[in-house]
């Protein structure tokens, strides 16, 4: 048994899956599971794809060395950069676009390598991260008639990011609208209208979605079965498809305050410190360079974080219900910044049971 371990469950990994894709056929809208937090983890890609989920998604083109295998339709979620047309066009049936000299740069190197690439055009619609303003976007769509490399397939639309922006039925419906009337204005079959991620997933699910919005980006709430507007659980999901495993490599006794004079910790940071007398505590083999440990939430009670390093966390045990040992270990639950972390992190171990 190697640690510190990211452990998954692959019977609930597969019922959300199964779960989110129900809902979408239920409503005739179409999905594409993002695999950006766990790095395109192989045995999960293949596991989705084994049960027809074969529309993925992805923001690192080292993923789609994976993706590739199994995907039916494989989406870059990032902007391509211009370094990099030659890989997207190579790798991705599909990528997300809001410049039109990337996708001036994308229409020739598929031209070169035979292809025609498929591009969604995203919209400004608030949330300030990626998109062309509506102007703008109709602006694009009219200059890429000319460059033969490249197929319009869609729009699309960002929330919940940068801003933070909510989507709500307005944002919808603009997109929608938008769509819509460049169909009509230029002969358009747009196979998708894309509303968004998992912060979207509160309109499907109680039916407001437009009609013509048919087709959103969805990552946290199939690995961790919560939408991401108002931070809710998914009913019938699970939330505890990941977990974390480390090792405790201490467990002693010491003073609550440091001896000595005080100045910025391992990470640069300034700290301060309470008096609460000894405490028994325990240090576990993971640290700053494979996750956010603040942020671990132990499935024991007891446990209560101090402190870490870059690769030392100190828990204080004292009120823990058991005895620690070296070699013992203590298992976590994760939120997505955690997951992102430790799936990304060499270090830790990858583990599907």
Do not use: W
């Not at 997505?336 to 799936?343: E, F, G, H, V």
């Amino acid at each position: 048994m190697r640690n510190p371990c990211l452990r998954m469950n692959r019977k609930k990994f597969l019922a959300n899956a199964q779960a989110l894709g129900q809902a979408f056929a239920q409503q005739g809208k179409k999905v594409h599971f993002v695999t950006k937090c766990v790095c395109a983890y192989e045995p999960l890609v293949k596991l989705l794809a084994e049960n027809g989920f074969t529309r993925l998604a992805d923001a690192r083109l080292e993923n789609f060395e994976v993706l590739k295998k199994y995907a039916e339709d494989s989406l870059l979620l990032r902007l391509p950069m211009l370094s990099e047309v030659d890989r997207v066009v190579s790798l991705c049936d599909i990528s997300l676009n809001s410049e039109a000299q990337t996708i001036a740069a994308l229409s020739n190197a598929a031209l070169a390598q035979g292809k025609v690439h498929k591009v969604i055009l995203m919209l400004e619609l608030g949330d300030r991260r990626e998109g062309a303003s509506l102007e703008e976007a109709e602006d694009i769509v009219k200059g890429m008639q000319k460059h033969k490399g490249v197929k319009l397939v869609g729009l699309g639309a960002n929330f919940n990011c940068y801003g933070g922006v909510i989507p709500d039925e307005g944002k919808m419906q603009m997109l929608g609208d938008f769509a819509q009337s460049l169909e009509d204005r230029y002969g358009l079959e747009l196979e998708y209208v894309s509303g968004g991620n998992s912060g979207s997933l509160y309109l499907l699910n109680q039916g407001k979605l437009p009609e013509q919005v048919n087709h959103l980006r969805i990552g946290e709430a199939l690995l961790l079965g919560r939408e991401t507007s108002y931070g809710q659980d998914l009913p019938g999901m699970y939330q505890d498809v990941f977990s974390l495993r480390a090792e405790v490599i201490e467990a002693k006794t010491k003073h609550s305050l440091p001896d000595g004079k005080i100045g910025l910790n391992a990470l640069g940071q300034p700290v301060s410190f309470e008096d609460r007398g000894y405490l028994q505590r325990v240090i576990l083999a993971i640290g700053a360079q494979d996750v956010e440990p603040s942020a671990l939430q132990p499935l024991e009670e007891g446990i209560e974080f101090l402190g870490n390093s870059s690769d030392h966390t100190i828990y204080n045990v004292s009120d823990y219900r058991g005895e620690l040992r070296v070699g013992d270990t203590l298992e976590f639950a994760l939120d997505y910044a955690c997951l992102l972390r430790l799936s990304t992190s060499p270090y830790v171990v990858k583990e599907m049971y």
